[in-house]
Structures are given as C-alpha cells and as structure tokens.
C-alpha cells in the first residue's frame, strides 16, 4: 500500500478556522438594533456588580464626530480576564458561574448574560471601541479595537489586538474599580427618535415594581437635552389607571390574590373595590391550569416540576373611552401614545428585564388577538402595563434565546405563559362587571339594547312632537320596518351563534365514538357492536342536523328537548363520570310549549357543557381535601299558573359571579370561556316570551346536594 493511499484512509487532523469577520456578523445579526446593544452593555455592568452605569452620548447627529460612552462602577477586570474571558467569543465564563450558581460577592447577583457575545454587539453602534477597566488591586486595563480591521485580515487570529496595562490608571483613580467603554466612527446618523427609543428601553430595564437602589442606569446625549422633552413619566402615568392587581404563583396554585377597581376622584358615583383569594371564584380557580389556546396541553400546571420558582405577577389597567378619559386625563395624545408604546407584559429576573417581551411588536401572550375575539372582556397590550418577576436561581427552567428575542419556546416557557393567561383570566372576569358600571354610568350609550333604545326614543319624540299628518305615520312606518328588520337580524345571528357553539362539541363528540370504533375494531371483532355504534353516530349526526335547520317556532315535546340535548352530550357526560338526575321523568304535566326546538337545543347543550367544566373543578376540590365525591346534574319540570319551569341544576361551584351580570355578553368566569352561552339562552326565551331565571333557595323544591351548587330555570310561557 503507497503511503498515499494510507494517508487518505486514515485521514488528517484539520481544525476550523473562523473568519475574521465572524464577530462582525454575530453583533449584525444576534443584536436586533441600537437599543438592545446598549442593554446588553448595560446587562454586562449588571454582572459586574455595579451600583451605577451611566451612558453619555455627544454629537451623535454626526457619525465622524460622535461619541457614546458606556460607564460603571463595577468590579472591573484583570488582564487575565480581558484576554481570556471578555477577548474569547462564546466564553463559558458566565454559564459556569450560573451553573455553579456562583453570585457577585457585593449584591449576591446571578449573570444575566451568559452566551459571552453581547459585547460584540457594540459593533452595532460604532466601528472604534476603547475600554478602559480596572479590578481591585490590579493595573487599569486598556484595549482598543477597530472593527474594519475585522474584514481586511481573513482569519480572526490574524487580527492585531494590543493590551495596555497602566500601573498608574488614567480614569480609574484613588482605588476605583469599573469599566468604561467609548465608541467613535459611529455606524449611524442618530435621530431624535431614535435616541428616544434608547431612552425607554433603558428605564424600562429596571421593574418599575420592584424598588432597586443598588443598580441605577441613566442616559442621556449631552448635546441635547432637549431631545427627551414631553416624555411621560411611569409615575404619572399609572396615576390614570382604574384597575390594578398583583398575584403570587407557586407550585400548582395561587398562593396570593389581590385584585383592586380604583375610581377617580372625579368618578363620585362609584366605590373602589377589592377581591382577594377568599373571593369563591378565585378560590375555585386557584389551582393552574392549561387554557383551552394551550390545544397540546391540558391539566394542572406545576411550576416546580418545570423549575420555574415562584412568579410575582402584578400591573395596571386602563381604559382609553374618550369618555372616560375626559374626566381627568388633560394629555390625552400624550397618554395615549405612553400606553401604546410601553404597554404589554413585561418580565423582569432579579429586577432586570427579560427582551422583548413586552414591546410594541412581540404579543406574546396574543393579548390583541384575544381581545378582537371577546371586546368588551378582553385586555389588550395597549391597556396594560404590568412586569412578571422572577428569581434567577429558582427559574434555570427559563432559557434565554442567544438572539435575545426572550426565552426558549420549550415546556418551561409553554406552562409560564399557560399561568399567566390563566390569571389574566381571572383579572378579565372580575374587571367585567366594574368596567359594565363605569359604561352605564360615565359611558354613551344605554345600559343594554343600543339600538331598539335609541328607535323607541325616536318613535316617542316623533309622536308626541310631529302633527298627526300623513308624514308622521310613514316616519313611524320605517321606524317599525327598521326594528322589524333588525329583529330578523337578530334571529340570523342568534341562530347563527347557537350553531357555532355547538360545533366544537360536535367534533368533540364524533371524534370520541371513531375513537371507540376503532378500539372496538381491534379488541372486539364483534360486527354487532360496531353496527350499534355507526347507528348511534348517525342519530347523533341527525340530532345536531335539528340545531342548524331553520327556527321556526313550532309545538314541540319539552321531554323529547331534554333527551335529545342529553343524547346529544351522552358520550362527554359519560367520559366525565357525571350522573344524570331525570326528575322529569314523573312530570305528568303540560308537555307542549311553542318554541324554536333547535335553539334550545343548542342553550341545554351549552348549559351542560359549562355543568362539566365546574363539576370537574369542584371534584379536583374535594379531592385535595380526601371527600368524597360524586358529580351530578339534576333535571327537573314544574308547572305554575303561567309557566312550564324547566329546572337544571349542578353540585359544582355555584355560580362565581353575580347573577345579574351572568347573561351578559362575554360575562364568563369559565377560562377561555366566550360567555355568550347564557346570553344567547336569555334572548332565545325573551324572543320566545318566555324567561330565563337563577331562583333563589327556596324557589324550588331540590334535593339537597344540589341547593349549593348552580340552578336555572328555563320559564315557557303556557
């Protein structure tokens, strides 16, 4: 064999050789812009311990001659540390002393950088660097790097770095410590704006939450003091709020709740109020839970289990109604654009931000899309300033992106996010009816039916102000084609509403018997049985068919109703144990009422699905407190002078929010929960003339496991 060929088959070491220009395009494309390269620098004097950094800019309006100086009191660096930790790109320095959980020795910090290339994003901001540090009882430190010196060598270990020892410091006198970092030859034309943006990104590395004396960063451009003119101040603006809250989540649960509506002076007609964790509803929603936009995930969330560590989650909540703005906001503009610019979810570890949660552009809790879903329940990020905290130590399960666009998407982040919109949730629910009160009172409109208030108060000025002439009936005329017309409408979208209801449980439902069928099919081999089961899909399939056909009113059988909405739900109510009480069945009574068969349909079926939910939340209850317990949904028929009474009623939670607000639309304490259910049931039996009502104990006889949990009763005009 040639010693040719035995060179090939063996193979030769080589290594790789980065290119000189590497750390050129980390800085160009790992840091998103100029503010985020300044945050890093300033995450780097976090590090370092410092109490003070402070950033300086001058002329920055012109590239050739500005400056930006980057300034700490820190503990500073060695030579040894200069060459062999800041000088090597993706030093593990920081990653160890995390893993170590290794704290500065002055303020007992953890790293918040630790992928060891931040610092090369200051290419971001200029093409000069000089830094000067100095460490306790070590010479003062000089390193000067021009970046364009990165794309005339091939090789990055070609390029010609000097470092300066100074046994007499130049800036670092009398025994200080620190770094500081001057950038020249700037890359950009700076602009107002732009100095701006670097201004809020800078106060808002800090939680406005959390009170923090020991880590201070400021900026400013010396220049030009004026480019930071009319900037609101966080302290005005949470002034304006009318609703703020601050939860604590631990484990599995909400350890603390607190949850405050806060009118203004000027809002005389209203009482402030607050709910805390022996509130019923928030006691029944304390243990996390996966939210239904979670589709991968359901359960209960255990925090611990992903090592996230407790999170504190508190904020402010706003309402920008021209209406109610005029009674105290003077800057509304000013206001306005505060809120649009700042507001959102922030989250902070150790009191220093987490990027980008909570910009402009990054929903990350889809807030905005939630609120186009449900408007009048729904926050959305332009309405609230609010800082999740977290503790560095506790929360290693968290896993910053290097590209610093927030954590890794991993199970950790996924049961973060599930806690949050959970609470959210929670804050939603109880803000609804507060809000409701401020509409009715300081708002436009009437309380309820905008437009058939508004047509019957123009019917009644249009007869008691115009003569009985030929004119005055063909103007009441239209106004009653136009109410005629917008009942029709009504109906379509009731119908329409009731239909979209039922589909997910449709899917939900066939999807559960193929699920059977093909068990059936491997472990039975009995024809019989999978005949039975095609048969009941295809009464199922005929009985959803009745929900979307036409709703004409017609007599119809209240039992034959019952048992095709219980037909319908068979297979959920089975799935979660739940025993059905048939009260009915000894009713012998008046059974044909005139309704619109499909759209009660579809309001039982929605009722027993909201049932399911809350009897599953009381049963995870007792089960922590080792009761027994067994869930049941109690159906009955009374008959009175005027009504057939058509009586459901649960051994759940009760209802968590007051029964007035409940048939309101988008009044949900259920997460995730539209809230239409009940108020579409509520027109469906106003628009049949009959009623929908919560009775009161005592109304009805019930057994007695069901008088603490929900009842409604359907109330059918004879």
Do not use: C
Request: charged content about 30%.
């Amino acid at each position: 064999m040639s010693d040719i060929t035995k060179i090939n088959e063996e193979g030769r070491p080589v290594k790789f050789k980065p290119r000189a220009r590497l750390l050129l395009q980390l800085g160009d494309q790992l840091i998103k812009n100029e503010s985020i390269a300044l945050v890093e620098l300033v995450k780097n004097s976090y590090d370092a311990d410092a109490t003070n950094v402070n950033i300086y800019m001058d002329n920055v309006d012109s590239p050739n001659n500005g400056i930006i100086i980057i300034e700490d009191d820190g503990y500073g660096m060695s030579p040894e540390v200069v060459e062999n930790v800041w000088l090597e790109p993706g030093s593990d320095f920081k990653s160890q002393k995390i893993k170590n959980q290794e704290a500065s020795p002055k303020f007992n910090r953890l790293p918040i950088g630790e992928k060891g290339i931040g610092r090369f994003g200051v290419h971001k901001l200029g093409n000069v660097i000089e830094m000067t540090t100095k460490a306790e009882n070590e010479n003062e430190v000089f390193v000067k790097i021009n970046w364009t010196d990165f794309e005339k060598y091939k090789y990055l270990e070609d390029v010609p770095i000097t470092i300066k020892e100074r046994p007499n410091p130049h800036l670092f006198k009398d025994g200080k410590t620190g770094t500081n970092i001057l950038i020249s030859n700037l890359r950009k034309n700076w602009t107002r704006g732009m100095a701006r943006e670097v201004k809020r990104s800078i106060t808002a590395l800090a939680s406005p939450f959390e009170k923090n004396d020991s880590f201070k960063p400021s900026f400013g451009v010396l220049d030009k003091p004026n480019w930071f003119d009319g900037l609101l101040d966080w302290e005005d603006v949470k002034e304006y709020s009318l609703f703020n809250f601050k939860v604590i989540l631990e484990g599995s649960k909400i350890i603390s709740f607190e949850y405050y509506f806060t009118p203004w002076d000027t809002m005389s007609k209203l009482n402030p109020r607050l709910v805390d964790q022996t509130n019923e509803l928030i006691d029944n929603s304390i243990n996390l839970r996966y939210p239904p936009s979670i589709s991968d995930k359901e359960g209960i969330i255990n925090l611990s289990q992903f090592n996230i560590g407790k999170i504190t989650f508190e904020g402010y909540i706003f309402d920008q109604d021209p209406f109610i703005l005029k009674l105290g906001v003077s800057d509304k503009t000013g206001f306005k654009k505060y809120l649009r610019q700042n507001g959102g979810v922030r989250v902070f570890r150790d009191g220093l931000r987490v990027y980008d949660y909570g910009e402009p552009e990054n929903d990350w809790l889809d807030l905005d899309h939630r609120r186009f879903q449900q408007p009048a329940k729904r926050i959305s990020n332009n309405n609230i300033l609010s800082a999740i905290s977290l503790d560095r130590k506790e929360s290693s399960g968290l896993v910053e992106k290097t590209n610093r666009e927030g954590f890794v998407e991993n199970d950790a982040y996924q049961a973060l996010r599930a806690s949050i919109l959970h609470t959210i949730d929670l804050i939603e629910t109880l803000r609804f009816p507060d809000k409701k009160r401020l509409k009715e009172i300081y708002g436009p409109t009437p309380k309820s039916s905008p437009v058939k208030s508004t047509l019957s108060e123009a019917k009644k000025y249009v007869e008691e102000k115009v003569k009985e002439t030929p004119i005055r009936k063909q103007i009441i005329k239209y106004f009653n084609k136009i109410e005629s017309d917008f009942n029709v409408l009504s109906e379509n979208l009731l119908k329409a509403a009731g239909a979209g209801l039922s589909m997910s449980v449709i899917v939900h439902e066939v999807e559960k018997i193929i699920y059977e069928v093909e068990k059936v099919l491997k472990a039975e081999q009995a024809s019989e049985r999978v005949l039975k089961l095609v048969e009941h899909l295809s009464s199922l399939i005929d009985g959803y068919a009745d929900i979307i056909r036409k709703s004409n009113q017609s007599t119809e059988s209240i039992i034959n109703i019952i048992e095709q909405a219980l037909f319908n739900t068979e297979y959920r109510l089975e799935s979660h144990k739940i025993k059905i009480t048939k009260a009915y069945k000894e009713y012998k009574g008046t059974q044909r009422i005139k309704i619109a068969k499909n759209l009660l349909i579809g309001s039982l079926m929605n009722l027993i699905d909201n049932s399911i939910y809350w009897l599953d939340q009381k049963a995870i209850k007792e089960k922590e407190k080792n009761n027994e317990y067994l869930k049941q949904i109690y159906f009955d028929i009374v008959e009175d002078d005027k009504f057939i009474n058509l009586i459901i009623a649960d051994n759940g939670t009760g209802f968590l929010i007051p029964t007035d607000d409940i048939t309101e639309p988008f009044v949900s304490a259920k997460p995730g929960g539209m809230g239409l259910g009940l108020h579409i049931a509520n027109e469906i039996m106003e628009a049949q003339k009959g009623r929908l009502y919560f009775p009161e104990k005592g109304d009805f006889e019930l057994p007695n496991e069901f008088k603490n949990g929900a009842s409604v009763v359907f109330a059918f005009k004879k």
